[in-house]
């Protein structure tokens, strides 16, 4: 979802936005734009990719050491070059580009409307800079001033950052809700939505926070609160490698993220998990032990392919636990009214640390007196920040927009947590506990002898390929997914699927089942393998074109099935990790051979910043 770049220093600052803009291409959009300081205020925009802009600007006098970019994910007013960002305001002194929501803007818009000012967009964006511009006439004051002011009847989510064409020496950027990072450098400042665009030029880093205005000079960097109080700017260092958010020789970074796994695994137990102590150590939950051991009840808010980890969740912390456990889309929980009582325990999963709505659910129920626990993977992010106590998934940056690698890392990091909480409440014995850890421990190493099947997948892929629709199936663990293989395949195909609870789809989904529809069970060996090899004779028998996720050493379904990718054998309660990567990979060379752009599908993105 939107993304911001801004540069002010030495350097030439259109090169520094425009690489900025590609490295947030992964968060989703759907038009560009520039503003650059040189002479005059200049502002290019364009519908489309940051490529196209690129090229609608060749031959242009680009020379500017101030400027900021912006990628646009369409909310107020349809893509297109007149909506897309930075907006200049009437009397064409100031841009702005802005990340989020301002849900007031009608309001502000007719107030404006009354007094002459006419819009050339159907953005809020628009008219919260015109109020701002407003301010600084009726005010007579300077464009910090009028922001902060303009800021203080501002309703919605935001982070603008602003260039005043009679100051050019200055960016001015605030933060409520959406992500704002700071790139300090000697004699330069950048400005970005996340630190990929930045970590080539500094790796020092300052996140601003919630009513923050930052005032950037090259060097110079001034942070404030609205009510104009200095705050001292806390600057932290990136432990980010370039190399991390780049493609390293493959075609596509969801790619590179499925074969990263073995290896993101490993790094997400390495210093934590240890067989041989028969110990995991995880600062966030040690700390907080007392909390979560003792907990009512947990909570788990999550959105996307988070909602699925959180599903999992679920299963392990109920069987290992025994403690009541709900699973949440972020964005119901946020606006019902749910029973929080003291006592019970938050668990919001997220990826990005970003998302609007498992941000509001947070806060939500830290009013109403729960404990929050966040398992995150981006380092600094806005749930890492807010949550009470946590644990990073160690995933790495993950690019593409559907999620792969941090997908699994959450199971490796919920389950243990699941299995560091039973230990103390002697809810799991000794022996469980310790043959769990073994097989945990084994999770990198058998991922590392599924990724070899991704010729064989790209042949399966190649098969279904024009599918117009598809249904996922599994129990128990494999549940969940189910669900995660159905999403993979509709964000990254457009194929039509549904996931279900096998059992759940005599309850209707069977009505879709002909000789058309491929059918895809997850169904390694567990508890319920005989119930779920029933479930595959009656699709079966209704002539569905059955594919299956087994286990290794099972002879039994492909007798049934034509089509088999075959995992592992493992305990079922981490089998999730090692099922779904076929499920990946299906969607993947789907993806691919319908010649669809596989990490920035259609109206998707990778970071949800707004409700
Ligand atoms: C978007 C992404 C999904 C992700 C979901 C939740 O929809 O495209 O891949 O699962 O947001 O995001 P989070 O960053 O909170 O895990």
Redesign the pocket.
Known sequence: MCGIVAYIGHREAYPVILKGLKRLEYRGYDSAGVALLNDGLKVFKKKGMVADLEESLIGENLHAHSGIGHTRWATHGEPSDRNAHPHQSSNGKLAMIHNGIIENYTQLKNELQKKGYQFKSDTDTEVLLNFIEDIQKNNQCGLEEAVRIALKRVVGAYVIVLIDQDHPDTLIAARKGSPLVIGVGKGEHFLASDASPIIEYTKEVVYVNDYELAILKPDELILKNLGNEKITPFIQKLDLELAAIEKGGYDHFMLKEIFEQPDTIFDCLRGRLDIHKGTITMAGVQNHMEKLMHANRIIIV?????WHAGLIAEYVFEELCRVPVEVEYASEFRYRNPVIRQGDVIIA???????AD?IVAIEKAREQGAFIFGVVNVVGSSIARISDAGAYTHAGPEIG???TK?FTAQLAVLTMIALKIAKEKKTISEERYLQLLNEMHEIPEKLREILPLNEQIRALAEKHKDAKDALYLGRGYNFPVALEGALKLK?ISYIHAEGYAAAEMKHGPIALVDEQLPVVFVATRDSYHEKIISNIQEIKARKGKIIAVISEGDEVIPMMAPDIMRVPNADELVAPMLSVIPLQLFAYHIGVAKGYNVDKPRN?????TVE
């Open positions: 999550a959105c996307g392919t988070s999963i997220s990826q990005s640390g970003e998302t498992t927009v559907a999620s941090a964000e998707l993105a990778k970071s949800v």
